[in-house]
């Protein structure tokens, strides 16, 4: 059983997660390699798995048999369950609790060597079509406080599975930098009547160098304090940061921007590992902790984040949690253009 365990002196939480250990090296199912027979996030294969929470499929298919264009499944390694018990304990000063939680693996396509930009829009669509139907479901668990969802391609990404697939996790805590970025947004609105994300929309507007693609409801930027080279951020100009209340016609919409991306970031940085990541904002009070944003939904606006892995940190990033980034975000932001407009 893991352990969702509170660090005093760094205010920040940790889980301890045994189970993880025994994650098999799925990585040797690499690029190329054709033998995809015991993938067990393969089409034909889903007798391997847990039975699937959700699915879109062809009709006339049924639960955990082919047919299928994306499929949701426990995390059977996972790093907390739903299943544990959802209480608070206290052993001496330190507090703990049992690692209650969803652990979930969207498997992204039946197909086993498909790298993201190599998707089509329709499997864009299906993907975000997917993660919105869980986060509605999901949303109706009064337990779980927030949600992370994220993508690890490649090795240096911390993928242990060459199959495309994303992960969400739903835990009882909001993760304290998480809970800190929250309080800066929500004290902004109160404070101002307007949202943070649209004031920083509007000064990269003004500025325009780090801009990538914009269209209608959304814009695809490069940070201005860029953690790392080429890391973008796609965030609605319009929408809240509820997906699940996302219309389709606006899902179709952010499909083929994030199409265009890859494409783009393709061209730039080849077959490049990465962390996606998607910000929803905090779902339900946590528990035992003092913390309620009212309306936090009003205040927030649905994003995106594309991280490049392409160089490693150490001692001083995880001493002071200050990344150094080599390459200034409006000259990511000029290539990308560029490569979007066929100059290179
Ligand atoms: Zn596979």
Redesign the pocket.
Known sequence: MSEIRYNRLEDNYVIIAPERLHRPDYMA?SRGDEN?HS????EG?EAVTPPEIYAIRESGSFADEKGWLTRVIPNLFKAVQIEAPYILKHEGANKVWDGFGAHEIIIDSP??LIAMSEWSQATYFNWLKTIQTRVRDLRNDQRIAHISIFKNHGVSAGASQ??SHTQLIGLPIIPKNIQRKYERIYSHYMNSGRLLIDDIIEEERKDGRRIVIESDSFIAFCPFASEHPFEVMITSSTLSSEIDKIEDLKLEELSKLLYELFAVMEVQLGNFDFNISLSIAPMHKPFAVDVNFNNINLTCRFSIRITPRIYGHGGFELLTSTMINPVEPERCAQLLRESKEGKV
């Open positions: 199912w995809t993938c067990p996030f393969c294969n197909k086993h060459s199959h």
